[in-house]
């Protein structure tokens, strides 16, 4: 069914602490899950929910981004009326660059205008999580709220960093701080927004107007006494990931089967890129335990609580521990990883052995040679 | 190859009776092979990587879970906004129509097709074989010795020749025989149902095979060795590398257990010639704690908690904790029970292999099947297919 809603993924200003993941990409488009990038899931569920129209506002390094999306076939939004809208930053100068989201929407603000639905859903692309925005959007509605944002209850201290909310009995959003703060709660909010479209114009042009450019901490925060902000509770899987220890946490999360089954597949199908990789190959010698293995992998060593994205090779007598490996990456014979993350197209050599430990994996460059 | 000097006409109407259950509800071109792909997969992405941007896919027997599979030709990157691929069933004109009745015949029902793209040449080929060519080499070839037709043909052992159309060739490769199934093979260069045509030449040949009240309207059996018998140019265009016909039961389960060689005959990981399929969108395949996997080629999405040995599994297959899968070919989505053994057989799509049961066995002579959504019940042992008790779901 299609909702009156329209989706945003605001890239700008993505808040995170990825090292090298994030060096030649924005966060956007880490790898993850062993064939997705992490702005997959939002889209996906976007698309899942009924959604049509679909802005992504980029800000930086977006080749990959670009690279990836396309013109959104894969995710069923390439459309005649409608469809996937890859808003790059629209700056005039170089100062622009530093300002904050709400000006962007602003600039960006005929791709709103110039639609009949009444309702946006704006988001970050770094919540792994697979949700039916129509549901939330159903309780919006129902609820009379004027902002809604879907939170999840986190009740131990966790990796990512998410902002902290308080919610009252009613369900009514009292308080909101950025992740640092000292806030006593155990709901984070998954940086998801349902408000009406009208409501999302007046806000970006009067906080502008006020010299304010930042769409949570201006326009949300600071109104939470007069708005109706509300808290919808999201059930299924929740993965923040935007550090590295998040990262490779909720990796390992999904070597869970419950985790696999309900991320996956509930309530539908994530999307991404077609690659057309042939299904792994496992030889002989293959000794695959515990692990989550993408297309194309030829697979004749030993691999075990492992991740490995499309088209890795473990040769043979190589051991992979608790790692995370993605595309193309090519494990020497008798090479040996345990606590590692390897970015794409890394190669080890035969007989290397390199060891993380599991609060503080390795991580290897894309395209090093170790 | 400039566009549309060629086209292609993919006869994809066949009824593959001898894949018996496995046909029931699908056209050989539409059954699962390689863990991944559908038979009709290899000769589209031939035509896509051969640089054949016009594709008539003819259609019959069967059609509607073809029809879905092939849509509008985008994993083949075969929509186009000119040519492009275009699904053609049988039709009806003012004065009538008719099935399909031979190979021939079906192009020959067409000519208004092709003509809508006046192509200087035309392939004629089918979705039931299993390999990988670069139809642009045939057209040179075809064009090198200014052919009216050119029929790619393959070394067959000798002992399988009379199972084939057999040419014998000069030693400029002109065709100077041709024998359906012969009794006595006098080559073993065995035709791959692949012809180059020029176009010319083919339309006058269907236009004369068609008033003729004795022909079957079929290539090999009619139009070829009429052609022959007028001594047009007919030229023969040897392909090495690997090819199948996966026309049976044993066929079909061997071209799977091909592709699990240490140096399988038929890469499908070539990166400069994809074999491009409709992608399902499941995720990475999930290899329980105990799961044991070895000389097996596995697709996203399944699930395994037991043990997987020189088997083909599509996507989506449930492996549950303590089954046995070996030696067999296990299609999308079938769940085989805790404790299942499924030991050389061949699993249908969304089939479920129960709890404890087997199917198949090491010694057995045959290849078992399960057919599509069936549940098998039965616990140990029946070494006989025949005897499984099936239940459709």
Not at chain 2, 182 to 196: D, T
Request: hydrophobic letters at 40%.
């Amino acid at each position: 069914m299609k909702l009156p809603m329209m989706g945003v993924i605001n890239l700008i200003h993505e808040q995170e602490e990825m090292g090298a993941l994030t060096a030649g990409r924005c966060l956007a488009t880490v790898p993850f899950g062993g064939r997705y990038r992490l702005v997959d899931f939002v889209l996906s569920s976007m698309v899942g929910s009924g959604i049509s129209k679909v802005a992504v506002l980029a800000h930086t390094k977006y080749r990959s981004l670009m690279d990836h999306l396309g013109s959104g076939g894969n995710w069923d939004l390439h459309r005649k009326q409608d469809g996937l809208f890859v808003l790059p930053p629209a700056i005039e100068d170089m100062t622009d660059f530093g300002k904050g989201d709400l000006y962007q929407l602003f600039r960006n603000r005929d791709y709103f205008s110039r639609s009949p639905l009444e309702y946006v859903v704006i988001a970050r692309s770094h919540m792994v999580c697979n949700i039916d925005l129509g549901r939330v959007l159903e309780e919006h509605i129902g609820k009379g709220s004027d902002i809604t944002v879907v939170c999840k209850r986190w009740p131990n201290a966790r990796t990512g960093l998410a902002r902290k909310v308080l919610v009252d009995e009613e369900g009514r959003i009292t308080d909101m701080q950025d992740p640092y703060g000292r806030l006593a709660s155990d709901v984070v909010s998954m940086e998801m927004y349902i408000l009406r479209k009208e409501l999302l114009l007046e806000l970006v042009e009067t906080s502008l107007a006020q010299g304010k450019d930042h769409l949570v901490r201006h326009a949300i925060m600071s109104a939470l006494g007069e708005l109706n902000v509300r808290a919808y509770l999201h059930e299924g899987y929740l993965g923040v990931v935007n550090t590295i220890p998040a990262y490779y946490r909720h990796s390992m999360e999904l070597l869970d089967l419950e985790v696999w089954n309900d991320l996956f597949f509930q309530p539908g199908p994530i999307y991404t890129k077609v690659k057309d990789e042939p299904p792994t190959r496992y030889l002989g010698g293959s000794e695959v335990s515990h692990s989550l293995i993408a297309n194309g992998c030829e697979i004749e060593g030993a691999v075990e609580g492992s991740i490995l994205f499309r088209g890795v090779k473990v040769r043979e007598g190589a051991v992979v521990r608790n790692s995370i490996v993605m595309q193309n990456g090519i494990i020497g014979e008798s090479g040996m990883l345990e606590n590692c993350i390897l970015d794409k197209e890394v190669e080890i050599r035969p007989l290397q052995r390199l060891r993380g430990s599991s609060d503080t994996p390795f991580l290897a460059v894309k395209r090093n040679v170790i | 190859m400039r566009r549309n000097e060629c086209i292609a006409m993919l006869l994809a109407g066949g009824e593959g009776r001898r894949l018996g259950v496995l046909t029931k509800d699908v056209a050989k071109p539409a059954v699962h092979f390689g863990g991944k792909y559908r038979i009709i997969d290899f000769t589209l992405s031939n035509c896509a990587n051969s640089g054949i941007e016009t594709v008539g896919v003819l259609t019959q027997y069967q059609p509607l879970e073809l029809n879905q599979y092939l849509g509008i030709g985008s994993p083949w990157g075969l929509d186009r906004r000119e040519g492009g691929m275009h699904v053609l069933p049988p039709y009806v004109r003012q004065r009538g129509g008719d099935w399909y009745k031979g190979t021939a015949n079906a192009i020959c029902q067409n000519i208004g097709f092709i003509e809508r793209y006046s192509p200087d040449y035309v392939l004629i080929i089918s979705g039931d074989h299993i390999y990988k060519m670069d139809y642009g080499l045939m057209l040179q070839s075809h064009k090198r010795n200014r052919a009216d037709a050119t029929l790619a043909v393959i070394p067959v052992p000798w002992a399988d020749a009379s199972r084939f159309g057999i040419l014998s060739v000069d030693e400029e490769g002109r065709v100077t025989e041709f024998a359906e199934k012969p009794k006595r093979p006098e080559s073993n260069l065995a035709s791959m149902g692949v012809y180059m045509f020029t176009w010319q030449a083919l339309r006058q040949a269907l236009i004369e095979d068609e008033a003729d009240p004795q022909s079957e309207g079929d290539f090999g059996k009619n139009v070829i060795p009429k052609l022959l018998r007028e001594q047009a140019r007919l030229f023969a265009y040897r392909f090495e590398g690997y090819w199948k016909d996966v026309g049976t039961i044993e066929s079909l389960w061997e071209a799977n257990m091909d592709l699990l060689a240490a140096e399988p005959a038929l890469n499908l990981n070539d990166r400069k010639w994809r074999i491009f399929s409709v992608n399902p969108n499941r995720p990475a395949q999930f290899m329980a704690p105990g799961a044991s996997v070895r000389s097996s080629l596995i697709n996203e999405g399944c699930v395994i908690e037991g043990a997987v040995n020189r088997s083909v599994l599509f996507h989506g297959v449930k492996a549950e904790a303590g089954s046995l899968i070996e030696d067999s070919v296990i299609m999308p989505g079938a769940v085989i029970g805790r404790g299942a053994a499924v030991i050389r057989a061949i699993v249908g799509e969304g089939a479920v292999v129960g709890e404890g049961c087997v199917v198949g066995s090491a010694d057995s002579k045959q290849i078992d099947v399960v057919g599509s959504g069936d549940v098998v019940r039965t616990r140990p042992s029946l070494p006989d297919a025949a005897m499984l008790e099936v239940e459709p779901l």
